[in-house]
Structures are given as C-alpha cells and as structure tokens.
C-alpha cells in the first residue's frame, strides 16, 4: 500500500516515515454520548467537527490506513465522515449498528476492518477516542515510538485534577486510550472483545516489560458531560 503524508515540511515527513508507516490507527467513534445530550463527534474545535479533528491529528502519524468506527443512523456523523474519506484516501468508515452494547464491538469491527485488507506490513495499531480534546501530535509519536508490546497512556481522572479534590484522596490513575498495540496480539484478543469489556482487564495480564507508559495529564480532559463541556469551552478548548 502507497504512503500518504498530509503534513507539510519535508523534515516531519521523513520523521514521520521513520517511525510510524508500519501501523494502521482505529479510532473508536460510535459512542452515543447519552450523558452528554449530543453527540461528541461533532462538538466544534477549530471551527470543524471533533471527529474531523482527530482525523486529522491521526493522519500526522502517517499510517497505512485509519478506521474510524461511527454509530447507525446518524445522517449528520456519517456525512461529515463521508467527506473525509473522500479527502483522505487512507480513511475507511465502518458503520457499528450495535453502538449501545459498548466500545468492545467497536474496537473487533475495527479489527475486521484491518484483518480484511491483507497486508502483513502492519507491526502495530494505535487506537484512539475521539474526545481527549488537548491530544497532541507529540503524545502520538510518543506511544509509536515506545518498543513494548503495548504502549498506552497514563493520566488522572477529572476528579483528580479539579481543585476541590481532597489531596489526600486516594484516586487511581488511568492506563488507557490511546495506546499503541501489537497488531498480532489485537487479532488474537479480539474474540475476548464482547459488549463493554474491553480489552483493559487483558492488558493487566502482561506483564510490567511489555507495557509501556506515556505520562500526559492532559488527556484527562476528555468530555462526558455537559459540565465537562462548558469547562472546555470555558477555556477555549471547544468553540462555543
């Protein structure tokens, strides 16, 4: 499969190149966002939709292929997704008709999706959501270049971070999206990938050498709810 880069300036095109043109991306996008009371895929940054900005965050990565994973029956989604893979020509929609059983369908339709394009060029996968609105090029880089079998994201909760927090509260981190995976090892976990378990409780069965760690407390700001929107929006994170 040809290599397309969508960045401008030779000197991050040959970086790019070096480190990332063996991985597909998955971007996990058919949530129906039911604490938020509208779909997340659309809030507004930069003056375009949130989908179409991690789109494009992905497509600095240059990877073989991006699919994007994105509910049934939502007219305004799948146009805005249908105009980027017209740009794009490396983004390939897949349609989860099943988006309320939880994102573990979503990421094994993503894997089908890869699977179905034969090619033994791909190393790695690297995975992403679609609402950690501070997620940076730099941070995608970071979990590409990492050597571990999976390479994930480390960062508090919101709770962790709001100011009326009791510091002494003991608050887990979170080990999460997005991660860079073993593309083998993603086959064979996907028949384990049912309804809302994911694919975290076989992550913890690895053990400490094969797990990688990218510290970025920025990804904590992800939005589920209208609080967390209007604090996003508040400091110009999101357009209003």
């Keep these: 499969m040809s290599k397309r880069v969508f960045t401008e300036g030779t000197e991050h095109i040959e970086s790019t190149e070096q480190h ?15 604490r938020l009371g509208q779909p997340k895929q659309l809030l507004v940054k ?13 497509t600095t990565t240059n990877p073989q292929v991006i699919v994007i994973v994105i509910p049934d029956n939502h007219c305004l989604i ?8 017209n740009q794009y020509p490396t983004v390939q929609i897949v349609v989860n008709s099943q ?16 699977v179905a394009l034969e090619t ?9 959501g679609v609402d950690q609105v501070l997620l940076d090029e730099p941070h995608l880089t970071a979990l590409l270049a990492g050597k571990q079998t999976v390479v994930a994201s480390r960062y508090h909760s919101w709770q962790r971070l709001e100011k009326h927090q009791n510091r002494d509260e003991k608050v887990s981190d979170i080990i999460g999206l997005p991660l860079a995976i073993n593309y083998k090892l993603l086959r064979q976990w996907q028949p ?13 069965e690895l053990s400490a050498d094969q797990i990688g760690e990218i510290d970025n407390d920025q990804l904590s700001y992800d939005i589920d709810t209208p609080e967390q929107l209007a604090f996003a929006r508040k400091l110009g994170w999101l357009d209003s």
């Design 20 to 34: 990332s043109q063996n991985h597909a991306v998955i971007i996990l996008a058919s949530g129906l966002s039911q």
């Design 192 to 204: 384990e990938l049912i309804g809302d378990k994911g694919f975290r409780h076989l992550i913890r």
């Design 120 to 128: 033994t060029s791909i190393d790695r996968v690297l995975i992403m």
């Design 99 to 114: 988006a309320d059983t939880g994102m573990a369908h979503s990421l094994s339709l993503g894997i089908e999706t890869i």
């Design 78 to 85: 799948a146009s805005t997704m249908t105009e980027l893979a």
């Design 46 to 58: 930069n003056g375009e939709p949130l989908i179409t900005d991690m789109t494009r965050l992905a």
